[in-house]
């Protein structure tokens, strides 16, 4: 069972319907619910605001004030009684008051009520008689449910009866008074929160914890152990005995001070709600255990520290933040225990340890985050859920918030929660919409004056111009170029791309797409326009970003291609050519494929140019219409590619010589075309072959690319490191210090994968000498010893990833004569360097 759609009428921001209902949802045509209306037999009088949500994911934007927060507000209420917690932990229990202040039939006496109701689908049998039974409804009861039944619970409370709510279930009907109301909801999907303005803690006292997990235990107070061993310094001073009770005035004037300074360094317990999701949903470590640890003495830290071990092997295994807090793939949280309070750290690809307060607060609420989602996969494998969460942006990066899309995907996913479980989140932040699964955004605007909040129709979402102006952003893609790019020449290239790949993307595909969460599509606005892109992008010493060019495969494309890979004369290289793709080799038609437009079938593109010109050009008669058909009909219309045909056809029929076509207004007729799925089968199926190639050709360029960006910024970190140490140690250095430095380069390489195992190997060999003169009494690298170690290590920097090593009686030599013979691939491709390596295998054969 899960939430369809919500609906809404005079409650808070929200008042009636007055956008219509552009569509009958899921076969809907009778709104009985409507007729609850006071003073009216006729449902159009005040309809409701319907608001459909996805069985997944739901993503609801829109200006401040427009009521969000209401419709989240309401989901919680319908099903529970009560809103969404506030900060003092409790929702507002539905009433009166939320009635809407400008509603039309209010009066000057307290007597209307506020209607918000749930539809719920994909109904079992079993979900439709626990329902029935609960409301005790006989003919609910033994309704047999079928894939299109749907459950509809409206709060109407009526002061004239003991009514409370009305339920509807295909063509079924009955009020429910108070117990009966309790009883449905005890059948629904159950609400839970992920709270925005939780943060994690530095530190809590495990007594503290044990409380979270059972209030009647005590939560004893904590301090400050310093400032506590300094009052007990003190105490210990006093020389206090039945014969010499009483302290002297100077001794009660020192131990009012210590009081003092101890109640000031007593440690905030709090309620360790979110401590308490780790270890007990997370981990699935019980209450015992917790007061086990709580009670052991001082001398039995051994058995403490060796459950604390056990259990950040649980956190890595069961969090595995490297995968979602992608700014460091070596980001992970630990817990140490020390003097009954449990500290919590994290460490990072410098293999440093740090508090939450040496990091960012976006750390701190992007765990807090993730960890009560983790939480709620196990709670809702159990029973269905709906998952709340208000506005997740404020204390995220633009990064973070993109990482914290992940943690939503995750949320959902059949391995989490059983796919029982519903996300419904609300947004201020361009980079909290998934751009791959535009279908999830629900758009909702204040309207005029006692409109109130309204729906945006779906259909107006095509472009995010709506989205844009609700959000308060004035910006473009073409602005911005981000870690990784596919640079294209135009903006319909740009849109055309886009628009496809969101109409074919499911949550189950979207890896064999393009993810655009996770890329920046660049449109450079002309074929020359990709050269300025490219030079814009590269400059000072800052890290080249991965980026793959696709082109046309005309004569534009052709020299704009042998611009920007330098082999156009007097033109610098500005992009390997592996990484530079042209439409015409990625993709094979039935005719000639020049622009990205001819991955359209050709049946598609005359539709939509026929419909162009009816909704733009009217006064355009039917004799030369009939003219532009004819003539697109004709073999020779796609010889020189579809666009270069549109446009001569146009040219002769419809607009004067020399004029080009507006071909973003076909385009948007052809994405019409095929969302709404008025295109034949076979041209579906060839169009999602089309795009679907496009995307695995751009995917392979794309991380080749990122390899690329890596291996280079890899040794560039290797000779950065390097150089810091010789600036430390310019004649000398300890054994010890040069086996920092190897660890330190090793830790790096982790990020270079295949690319860094000949010089992780070189590493291994070089570490494993330097424990053996540290075991041989040797601390000091000097004289002849540094001259050798020095060197390897100014070997290792002018070719960190094709470097080796000798050791012979102790002293390492670089294995340079193995790497002259070896040519230098660090600037290759994989691709490149895998045909290089088949040539002799093929020349064999």
Request: with cysteine.
């Amino acid at each position: 069972m899960k939430v369809s759609n919500v609906l809404l009428r005079w409650y808070k921001s929200f008042n009636t319907n007055y956008m219509g209902y552009p569509d009958r949802r899921s076969g809907v045509t009778s709104r009985p619910w409507n007729l609850l209306a006071r003073d009216t037999t006729s449902e159009d009088d005040f309809p409701m605001i319907e608001i459909p949500l996805e069985p997944d994911i739901t993503t609801i934007v829109g200006a401040n004030e427009s009521g969000k927060s209401h419709l989240l507000n309401a989901v919680s209420k319908v099903i529970t009684g009560k809103g969404v917690p506030d900060e003092f932990g409790e929702g507002r229990t539905f009433s009166r008051t939320d009635l809407c202040h400008y509603t039309s039939p209010r009066n000057k006496n307290a007597e209307d009520w506020p209607n918000i109701g749930l539809q719920f689908n994909e109904l079992t049998q079993q979900d439709v008689k626990a329902v029935g039974e609960a409301a005790e409804n006989d003919a609910l009861s033994k309704h047999a449910a079928s894939t299109d039944s749907v459950v509809t619970l409206v709060i109407a409370p009526d002061q004239s009866s003991a009514t409370q709510a009305h339920l509807y279930l295909d063509g079924h009907q009955c009020q429910l008074d108070a117990s009966k109301l309790a009883a449905v909801r005890k059948c629904l999907p159950t609400v839970h929160f992920i709270r925005s303005e939780l943060a994690f803690s530095d530190q809590i006292p495990i007594h503290t914890l044990h409380a979270a997990f059972n209030p009647a235990a005590a939560s004893e107070e904590c301090f400050d152990f310093s400032v506590a061993q300094r009052l007990a310094r003190l105490v210990s001073t006093f020389s206090i005995s039945k014969e010499k009770p009483a302290l002297n005035p100077e001794q009660l004037k020192q131990l009012a001070e210590e009081r003092d300074a101890l109640n000031s360094a007593r440690l905030d317990t709090g309620r360790a709600e979110l401590e308490m999701l780790l270890f007990r949903d997370v981990l699935g470590i019980t209450e015992e255990t917790i007061g086990f640890v709580a009670g052991l003495e001082i001398t039995d830290r051994t058995h403490a520290d060796g459950l604390v071990a056990r259990w950040n092997r649980e956190i890595e295994e069961r969090l595995n933040l490297s995968h979602y807090w992608t700014q460091d793939d070596s980001f992970a949280l630990r817990l140490n225990y020390k003097q009954g309070l449990l500290y919590f750290e994290v460490t990072d690809k410098t293999g440093a340890t740090y508090t939450f307060r040496e990091r960012s607060s976006g750390l701190r609420f992007f765990l807090s985050y993730y960890i009560q989602a983790k939480a709620l996969e196990s709670i809702s494998r159990k029973k269905g859920a709906i998952v709340l969460m208000d506005e997740p942006d404020s204390f995220l990066s633009i990064l973070g918030q993109r990482n914290l899309l992940s943690v939503f995907e995750s949320l959902v996913k059949a391995e989490s929660s059983g796919q029982k479980c519903q996300l419904v989140y609300t947004t201020h932040s361009p980079f909290l919409i998934n751009r791959n699964l535009p279908h999830r955004l629900r758009l909702v605007r204040k309207g005029d004056a006692e409109e109130g909040t309204q729906l945006i129709d779906q259909a107006m979402l095509r472009r995010y111009e709506p989205i844009r102006s609700a959000l308060g952003i004035d910006c473009s893609q073409t602005l911005f170029m981000g870690a990784t790019n596919i640079v294209v020449e135009g903006p319909t290239d740009q849109f055309l791309i886009c628009e496809l790949i969101r109409h074919f993307a499911r949550p189950d595909n979207v890896n064999e797409l393009l993810d655009l969460n996770a890329l920046v599509m660049v449109s450079a606005e002309s074929a020359p326009g990709v050269e300025k892109i490219l030079a814009a992008s590269q400059w000072g010493d800052e890290p080249v970003p991965a980026t793959v060019v696709l082109v046309d495969s005309d004569g534009a494309g052709d020299q704009i291609k042998r611009r920007i890979t330098g082999a156009e004369r007097n033109c610098k290289k500005l992009i390997d050519e592996a990484f530079v793709l042209q439409i015409g080799k990625l993709v094979s038609a039935s005719h000639p494929v020049v622009t990205t437009e001819d991955i359209i079938p050709v049946g598609v593109f005359k539709e939509a140019v026929t419909n162009y010109l009816k909704r733009w050009w009217g006064e355009l008669d039917e004799e030369a219409l009939q003219k532009v058909q004819a003539a697109m009909d004709e073999d020779a219309f796609t010889q020189t590619g579809i666009v270069k045909g549109t446009n001569d056809v146009l040219n002769d029929f419809v607009f004067d010589e020399g004029r080009s076509y507006d071909k973003y207004g076909v385009l948007q007729e052809v994405v019409a075309l095929v969302q709404h799925g008025e295109i034949t089968k076979e041209d579906a199926k060839a169009l999602r072959e089309n795009v679907f190639t496009v995307c695995e050709e751009l995917r392979r360029a794309v991380s080749a690319s990122q390899q690329a960006a890596r291996r280079e910024s890899g040794k560039q970190a290797v000779k950065r490191l390097i150089d810091d140490f010789f600036k430390q140690n310019k004649n000398s250095s300890s054994v010890f210090n040069m086996q920092l430095l190897l660890e330190r380069i090793q830790r790096d390489l982790q990020l270079l994968g295949e690319d860094g195992e000949l010089l992780d190997g070189a590493i291994k060999r070089l570490l494993a000498e330097l424990r053996k003169l540290r075991s041989g009494g040797h601390h000091q690298l000097k004289d002849t010893l540094w001259s050798a170690w020095s060197s390897t290590l100014s070997a290792m920097r002018k070719n960190p990833l094709q470097f080796s090593v000798h050791i012979q009686e102790g002293v390492p030599t670089a294995a340079e004569d193995e790497a002259a013979d070896e040519p230098d691939r660090s600037e290759e491709t994989p691709k490149a360097r895998n045909e290089e390596s088949a040539k002799p295998k093929a020349a064999a054969e």
